[in-house]
């Protein structure tokens, strides 16, 4: 079995590997125009198998969409989710792909996002009705949603170096579990806090067009769109300003960290600063979806930022190939869209999920779309595994 | 804060988180003895010990007991539930072994790549036990169930003696009278047994060990089946103290089984059956201060606290020094 494995291996790396480098070897505006036509595509995603504006339809792709299938979710709702997941795949693939730590917390930094954009935007919060009493406002008064962002993805890069100021010196797997609990704590204490609105959670969040009502006309509760086009937004330019982070002097020390901690300290990359600015970064981009999640969905309780969100978030960097930015928007696209056509066997969905996670590590542990550099590092170790005596 | 409640209670509160650290302790030294030999969380540890519960109660409701027997019977059925209960457990550990890591053994591959494939492992077996498993050993076929079900109780829980105010109940004693001798068996088969040598041998040096003819895949082996013996007689213990289980009690008591070993110093056996009680404690303290709502909160600041001041633990990591 594993010879036909191996085979086919060889023969997907013709096909697929050759493509890869087909791309690279394009001229330059050849490759622009793909990445626009690409962009352009993900644009028209929600559409998709209609031509807006007409009646006609693309026969065929109707089947991808999530709403084909009876009892199916709303296409663009669904899409909405998978920019999301996105988002935060990215954000952690600072933290675990460049930087190589073990986040298993992250959903934390999901919930610090969710929950500034709550706290401080929704008339309904704890926190702004103290403030009206104390500052004699009107009960309409709270913060408006653009000052909201500053404010979450300040208090998620905080949350990110609290928690990694004393726990970036452990080592790698004392990490995960450190980590794990923050996650832990930060959902306790949001269901504890009366501050926070304990387990019933804060209602009333706004999104861009002030809180939610009927009259919002572009980022209302039915029309999903525009929210799926602002996620794409946010994504895009995440991924432009990572891209440029990762190929920067901070990026380096980030590979050069996960390949060999010593080597790099040796070379006068000192890891624990460019450990701590990996952490928060993952951790602003973590807040940063998870104020979009909140404002989408205009409400929400501790109990959705649980451990398996965090387990879900970790399995789209792993699975996509943790390194590399296609890759992991690959993982998070497929975890959140799978499920979602899939919904007849929604019953045995945790299932499935845990068997890919299992096959895919076993078989292609560099992930489906890993970065070359990762690939071969993993080979590397391959080689140098322990003597096995049998 | 709820001093009152605390210190106007002390002793049975200690009694209390005693007894609930025993189970950890047991759970821990699967954690640890897997850690100091491979350098690895076995993170479907916890998945273990769910299946030696539901084990247990399988053979019991199979063996027709619906109501506490007598005191003779009581203690067959639980040497049964102890055999099954371990057997369980332990060919459950190996099979993950077996399915989850020996490939990645092979490939060197990094330890992130282990957690997930055991992340995986964990959801499968939770899944099996809330779509099928869970239901068919409560009697049911199998059939769907994700709500807690309830074990017949073997002993009666009553207090034997008294001590400084502090009903101590025979449940109690059994189960952390029993976490000490599992720890003293396991740790007396370390460190005199040809076998046990073998496990610190790989623990301090796998390649070495190899080379010194220990087969390297039988040690391995032999350390996951010894961690889910642990869990299988913790299972029995868990059984026996709260009558209840589901398809996913694991995830929590594996997390702060895992705290227990950290606590202790992982690797270290008997760090283990400290950590485990001393969480017990710390968490039944925290619990009564705070009426509940932080206990799960305590383990996981001490979990940090011992991480950032003495991050080898208690007790040091030294399964491989041979101290064990």
Redesign the interface.
């Known amino acids: 079995m594993t010879e036909a494995l191996r085979q086919f291996n060889e023969r997907r790396r013709h096909a697929f590997g050759g493509m890869a480098d087909r791309w690279r070897a394009l001229p330059r505006w050849q490759r622009w125009l793909g990445v626009l036509a690409g962009i352009a595509f993900l644009y028209y995603l929600p559409f998709l198998g209609d031509i807006p504006g007409t009646n006609l339809i693309i026969p065929g792709l109707d089947w991808f969409r999530t709403d084909s299938i009876a009892g199916g979710s709303n296409w663009a709702g669904v899409l909405f989710v998978c920019a999301l997941y996105v988002l935060v795949a990215i954000g952690l693939n600072v933290v ?1 792909g460049l930087a190589g730590l ?1 986040d298993l917390g992250y959903v934390g930094f999901y919930a610090v996002g969710a929950y500034s954009v709550a706290l401080f935007g929704s008339t309904q919060s704890p926190v702004v009705q103290s403030m009206q009493r104390q500052f004699g406002l009107s009960e309409e008064w709270a913060v408006a949603w653009a000052v909201c962002i500053p404010i979450a993805l300040a208090f998620s890069l905080v949350a990110g170096v609290l928690l990694g100021w ?2 970036l ?6 990490l ?3 980590t ?3 996650g ?2 930060i959902r ?2 949001a269901k ?1 806090s009366g501050w926070a609105g304990q387990a019933q959670g804060v209602a009333g969040i706004p999104g861009p067009e002030g809180p939610p009502s009927a009259d919002n006309t572009v980022f209302g509760l039915l029309k999903i769109e525009p929210w799926y086009w602002l996620a794409l937004t946010v994504v895009l330019l995440m991924v432009l300003l990572v891209r440029r982070l990762e190929h920067s002097r901070v990026g380096r020390s980030w590979l050069a960290i996960r390949e060999d901690e010593d080597a790099a300290a040796v070379m006068g990359v000192y890891p624990f600063k460019f450990k701590l600015w990996a952490f928060a970064i993952g951790a602003a981009l973590g807040g940063l979806s998870g104020l979009l999640f909140a404002s989408r969905s205009t409400f929400i309780q501790p109990e959705t930022f649980n ?1 398996q969100l965090s ?1 879900l978030f ?2 789209m960097v ?2 996509g190939g ?1 390194g590399n930015m296609a890759g992991v928007a690959l993982g998070a696209f497929l975890l959140a869209y799978l499920p979602e056509r899939f919904r007849d066997f929604s ?2 969905r ?2 499935a ?6 096959l895919i ?2 078989l292609r ?1 560099q992930g489906l779309l890993p970065s070359r550099r990762r690939t071969r590092e ?1 080979q590397d ?2 080689k ?7 | 804060m709820n001093f009152d409640a605390l210190f106007g209670n002390l002793a049975q509160h200690t009694v209390d988180g005693l007894s609930k650290g025993a189970i950890y302790a047991l759970v821990a030294l699967g954690y640890t003895l897997v850690y100091g030999v491979l ?3 076995n993170f479907a540890h916890s998945e273990i010990f769910m299946v030696g519960t539901f084990a247990i109660l399988g053979t019991w409701s199979l063996l027709g007991i619906t109501d506490t027997p007598s005191i003779g019977m009581a203690i067959v059925y639980l040497l049964i539930g102890l055999l099954v209960g371990a057997a369980a457990s332990g060919a459950t550990a190996l099979t993950v072994e077996r ?2 890591y020996r ?2 053994r ?8 282990f ?3 055991a ?6 077996l ?3 036990y809330a ?1 099928w498993m869970a239901g068919f050993f409560s009697g049911r076929g199998f059939s ?1 169930n994700r709500l807690v079900i309830g074990i017949p109780a073997m002993l009666k829980q009553e207090t034997v003696i008294s001590v400084a105010g502090a009903n101590i109940t025979n449940v109690q004693i059994i189960m952390v009278v029993s976490a000490l001798v599992m720890l003293y068996g396991l740790d007396q088969f370390i460190n005199r047994t040809r076998y046990g040598r073998g496990v610190r041998a790989v623990a301090q040096n ?2 070495t060990a ?2 010194m ?1 220990v ?3 039988r040690v391995i082996m032999l350390v996951f089946v010894l961690g889910g013996l642990m869990a299988g007689a913790a299972a029995l213990l868990w059984n026996m103290r709260y009558g209840i289980t589901k398809f996913d009690i694991g ?1 929590v008591i594996g ?1 702060k089984a ?2 227990a070993a ?1 606590l202790g110093g992982i690797g270290n056996l008997r760090g283990a059956l400290l950590g485990g009680l001393l969480l017990g404690v710390i968490e039944v303290y925290a619990a009564t201060l705070t009426r509940s ?2 206990e ?2 305590a ?3 001490v ?2 606290v011992v ?2 001041f003495r ?1 080898t633990g208690l007790l040091g990591e030294s399964l491989g020094k041979a101290r064990a």
């Open positions: 675990i073990l004393p726990t010196r452990l080592r790698g797997d004392y995960a579990i450190v794990l609990g923050f832990e704590i306790i204490v504890n451990v387990i970790v399995a792993v699975v943790s019953e045995y945790v299932l999920f845990g068997l890919a996670l299992v590590m076993l542990p993993l170790r391959a140098e595994a322990a003597v096995n005596v049998a | 350098r690895l969380i399915v989850a490939r990645l092979r490939m060197n591959a990094p330890p992130l790549i957690l997930i494939t992340i995986g492992v964990s959801l499968v939770v899944e099996i779509l769907e796998p390649d190899a080379l003819g087969h390297q895949d995830f997390l895992f705290t950290v709502t932080w799960d909160v383990a996981f600041v979990l940090v991480l950032i991050p």
